[in-house]
């Protein structure tokens, strides 16, 4: 059974950092990966999607790189901003099985 | 180009009262995925569906609750004699195909559902 895993469950940091999100999740015979990110008594936005046969996407600020044998992920934020307090999730799906898999999710404040 | 919709974005039910949440996912996209988010935990998959199949319901309690996508109209998540730990928000995602190929999961902006 597939274990998603996000640690730390919340981060603070000041305006202008960079800072980095981790996943892990248990079973790495994942098709893909995805980041997203939700805001309070919102739905999901997706931020990033990683093939199983990538090893690392980037979109604006946000990189996000895959270890399918060690059965990590991160999600690298540059120069963050205040907009970018959410909680963000990141969730796999497994083959032969099309649902995802989700964290628990990081509650990232970014303090102006 | 709509994302997915679903309605309503907020719904109140007594206890014993039935719920019909309504889903419809992108234009041209054939998959429906339910998830629900319970208070202070994360997302879990419910079920599965693709237009008048249900693929994988392993997550969908085995008791009141039902789903459906029929050939026209919205995929449907029905509760029936809802009960207060039914509160929550229910996800619908959509993906334009399925195996062996799952591609992206669109997800809609949810409904709410506060059982009184």
Redesign the interface.
Known sequence: KQEVTQIPAALSVPEGENLVLNCSFTDSAI??L?W?RQDP??????LL?IQSSQREQTSGRLNASLDKSSGRSTLYIAASQPGDSATY?C?V?NF??????????TRLTIIP | NAGVMQNPRHLVRRRGQEARLRCSPVKGHS?V?W?RQLPE?????MV?LQKENI??E??MPKERFSAEFPKEGPSILRIQQVVRGDSAAY?C?S?PA??PF?Y???????T?LTVT
């Open positions: 098709y893909n995805q997203f008594g919102k739905g999901l936005t997706s999607l999730l969730a799906t032969g099985n099309e649902k995802l898999t989700f964290g628990t999710g | 998959h995925y998830y935990e994360g997302l879990k998959f599965y693929i994988d392993s997550g996800f995602a993906s399925g195996p799952p992206e999961q669109y997800f809609g902006p949810g709410r």
